[in-house]
């Protein structure tokens, strides 16, 4: 599978878009980029995937590279209750889609 | 709808004991995952049941760890002769496959985890 990049913790302002950046320059042209958060002491809950395109959902919108070396997580509005830790994640099918979770960004949404 | 439950919630069990923790996925979803994520680290991947497929267990750090999935439920994760290392959050997820092109699942739902502590 291939690495994910991600800094370590960001801070944003409540009401402020938070762009929480991810590298993954290794990631081959089958695979995945699926994001995932988890919010202190839950089990992790996803976001969004993609595979070339750019993605919108309810919860955010995710904005992949022409080359597909980095994605971008856009959480539009962000609240206090976006505070969590941010994974993002490259998956190829045929690997039972067994997710390997690195530490991920710890997004702190501060009022 | 229920998501993910697991069981028990927190887990304090002696070094050296056996112990079960439970698993029961989303009702229709094939696919059963375990994790377990130790303090401040990410998700390690344990073992993954699809179907009636034998399981992929590349994960388990080690043959005192075992878990079996019955009539393609529940599930349970058994550590048997338990250390002090295997301290840590266990999260159980599922997933429906076949929602992306090659047969993967759109997502994993997770449970809330039990917490183990092995003193």
């Known amino acids: 599978d291939a690495k994910t990049t991600q800094p370590p913790s960001m801070d944003c302002a409540e009401g402020r878009a938070a762009n929480l950046p991810c590298n993954h320059s290794?990631?081959?042209?089958?695979?995945?980029v699926y994001w995932y958060r988890q919010i202190h002491s839950q089990g992790p809950q996803y976001i969004i995937h993609?595979?070339?395109n750019n993605e919108t959902n309810e919860m955010a919108s995710l904005i992949i590279t022409e080359d597909r070396k980095s994605s971008t997580l856009i959480l539009p509005h962000a609240t206090l209750r976006d505070t969590a830790v941010y994974y993002c994640?490259?998956?190829?099918?045929?690997?039972?889609?067994?997710?390997?979770f690195g530490k991920g960004t710890l997004l702190t949404v501060n009022p | 709808g229920a998501g993910v439950s697991q069981s028990p919630s927190n887990k304090v069990t002696e070094k050296g004991k056996d112990v079960e923790l439970r698993c029961d996925p989303i009702?229709?979803?094939?696919?059963l995952y375990w994790y377990r994520q130790s303090l401040g680290q990410g998700l390690e991947f344990l073992i993954y049941?699809?179907?009636?497929?034998?399981?992929?267990k590349s994960g388990l750090p080690s043959d005192r760890f075992s878990a079996e999935r019955t009539g393609g439920s529940v599930s349970t994760l058994t550590i048997q002769r338990t250390q002090q290392e295997d301290s840590a959050v266990y999260l159980c997820?599922?997933?429906?496959?076949?929602?992306?092109?090659?047969?993967?699942?759109?997502?994993?739902?997770f449970g809330p985890g039990t917490r183990l502590t092995v003193t």
């Open positions: 997820a599922s997933a429906q496959l076949g929602r992306l092109a090659g047969g993967g699942p759109y997502e994993q739902y």
């Open positions: 290794t990631i081959s042209g089958n695979e995945y």
């Open positions: 009702s229709g979803h094939t696919a």
């Open positions: 993609g595979l070339k």
């Open positions: 049941f699809q179907g009636n497929s034998a399981p992929d």
């Open positions: 994640i490259a998956a190829p099918p045929g690997s039972n889609y067994k997710l390997t």
